[in-house]
């Protein structure tokens, strides 16, 4: 059973940048996309960030522009590159494949204070 292990996560002032990264032992990169998805308070969880087997990436929503999502296929861990962080980033950040086929990780909280 695959266990996914998200870190990273802080608090962080407006405008202020994190790096999210997530272990995924055991999942082949190179036929599965992976994605980064947030809950944020009283919401459900959604995909902010996805990445395919060629490379190939995908945004959602305010992501565009400033989050980038990176993989290191050797040590099978995905990253998430939060740059010009709001208050609505805020949440608990958890990776698995797109769309999720594993149980979820722990996630990793950011709060972003304006």
């Known amino acids: 059973q695959v266990q996914l292990v998200e870190s990273g996560g802080g608090l962080v002032q407006l405008g202020g940048s994190l790096r999210l990264s997530c272990r995924a032992p055991g999942i082949i990169f190179s036929i599965n996309w992976m994605a980064w998805y947030r809950q944020g308070p009283g919401t459900q969880r959604e995909m902010v960030a996805g990445i395919g087997g060629g490379g190939n990436t995908n945004y959602v929503g305010s992501a565009k522009g400033r989050f980038t999502i990176s993989r290191d296929n050797s040590r099978n861990i995905v990253y998430l590159q939060m740059n010009n962080l709001k208050p609505e980033d805020t949440g608990v950040y958890y990776c698995?494949?797109?769309?999720?086929?594993?149980?979820w990780g722990q996630g990793t909280q950011v709060t972003v204070s304006s």
């Open positions: 698995n494949t797109a769309p999720p086929g594993h149980s």
